[in-house]
């Protein structure tokens, strides 16, 4: 209840947070009387109740006030032996549907949390400077962002798969990269221990077509050192 007061308090009543809450555990103000979720069910039921074909469930709706807020609250069950779930708003123009609608958003903003925490590190930065997370964070969100749609036009793999297959070929571009570093020194040294000038070099190599029809050769070499052939090397 704290955070929805913020909420309406921030952004001046235009903002309306839909939330669920604990049953019994509030008591709002039903009609000049206080009453609790439990209450208000015995209360309604059998005279208010509705049933939604769309998301399978009865439900009863009543407007109350809790602190000099006015909400609306949906009951909400599912299944002829289930428990009745309290769903509130402070916007009381919503219908049920369009209330379920807004809430089962939650849904997918958790599997998003889950999905950065267990494959894209989420919150395992170390540093100490506010920056560096925002940043971390905002890499993060992305990296989420590309690889969703990566799956949305290509769904042959599940989520889980994708995201070790991405960190499987950035390992391996991390690694390309270092025996790239380590070639291009040793390559130096050479070059300065035989005192051969750089660009002479390879102003020879590319100006000779015996070079030139070896260069596939190479390529595939470099090719066959990586272990998947994911990360591929372009002439």
Aim: proline fraction near 2%; hydrophobic fraction near 40%.
């Amino acid at each position: 209840m704290e955070i929805i007061k913020v909420v309406l308090k921030l952004f001046k009543g235009k903002v309306h947070p839909p939330g669920m809450i604990v049953s019994n555990r509030h008591k709002f103000t039903y009609k000049s009387k206080p009453i609790t979720t439990s209450g208000l069910i015995i209360l309604l039921e059998r005279k208010s109740s509705h049933y939604s074909r769309k998301f399978k469930c009865k439900y009863i709706e009543a407007m109350v006030d809790y602190e000099g807020i006015r909400f609306k609250i949906f009951l909400v069950r599912q299944g002829g032996k289930g428990k009745y779930k309290a769903l509130l708003t402070t916007d009381t123009q919503l219908n049920f549907t369009q209330m379920m609608d807004i809430y089962k958003i939650r849904w997918s903003i958790e599997v998003f949390f889950k999905e950065c925490k267990q494959y894209l590190m989420l919150g395992k930065s170390q540093s100490t400077n506010f920056d560096s997370r925002i940043a971390s964070i905002t890499i993060t969100m992305i990296i989420h962002t590309v690889l969703t749609l990566e799956k949305r036009f290509n769904a042959y793999e599940t989520m889980g798969e994708l995201f070790k297959n991405s960190q499987k070929q950035l390992l391996e571009l991390t690694l390309w990269k270092r025996l790239d570093t380590l070639i291009v020194a040793i390559f130096g040294l050479l070059l300065d221990l035989l005192e051969i000038d750089f660009e002479k070099l390879m102003e020879r190599i590319l100006n000779d077509n015996q070079y030139e029809q070896q260069y596939p050769a190479i390529i595939h070499s470099l090719q066959d050192m990586l272990v998947d052939k994911s990360v591929k090397i372009s002439a």
